[in-house]
């Protein structure tokens, strides 16, 4: 995954052992690496001056020294075996941090700046984990994976839903189906459409009108 920091010529990747590269986008040279400790490290997001890692059990913000300097860990109430965050949005204006869990179908909701406990549940209907997310506009795009009797978790063998979640209500607005399978990423195309990929039993790629 690759990250762009704005107003900069500094972009960073990740790969699942936890290391993380700084790249100057005008020469495409490397210009460091550091590593952070995690289970698995699988996305990262810019916000502001810092680095926020998505690390399996806990999610990470970094300084872009690479020193960390909040951390997030998976509450013990809601740790199991096959419990892991899977994704997260932060929303700096409204000071919060949304995050999905592969064997959840809820969001959680934190204060970004305190991270000590969910001020704010929200339950997806029909779902039984989530597997990525996206903001476009004022709404949250979450691929869900429909409930299943196959482990309870997203295994590449449910029923891909998305849902589109209002922030300010914290309530879904809508309901969408339009894959077989999990769905394993979303992107915004110039904020007039989202993009679902699917995993490979369904293997499609769906466009959604953004309204």
Known sequence: MFMLFPSSSDMYSCSN?????????????????????CKHLSSIQIHGDTLWCCCGDTIVEL?????????????????????????FIVIP???????????SGELYV??????K?????????????????IRVKDQ???GCCAESGVGGHCDGQLRGQLMVVHPETLTVAKELQ????????????EDRYVLSGSAQRDGKIAIWKVE
């Open 140 to 142: 949250i795009w979450v």
């Open 178 to 189: 339009a894959h077989s399978d999990s769905i394993k990423t979303l992107c915004s195309a």
């Open 63 to 87: 300084k872009k020294s690479g020193m960390p300097q909040r951390r997030l860990a998976l509450p013990g109430h809601l740790r199991g075996p096959t419990s892991r965050f899977t994704d």
């Open 110 to 115: 934190w204060h970004a700046d305190g991270h």
């Open 117 to 133: 406990a969910a001020f704010k549940k929200i339950s997806l209907t029909g779902c039984s984990g989530v597997s990525c997310m």
């Open 17 to 37: 052992d936890g290391t993380i590269l700084q790249w100057d986008s005008s020469n495409l040279k490397m210009k460091r690496h550091f590593n952070i400790s």
């Open 93 to 103: 204006e409204r000071g919060e941090l949304w995050t999905g869990l592969a064997d």
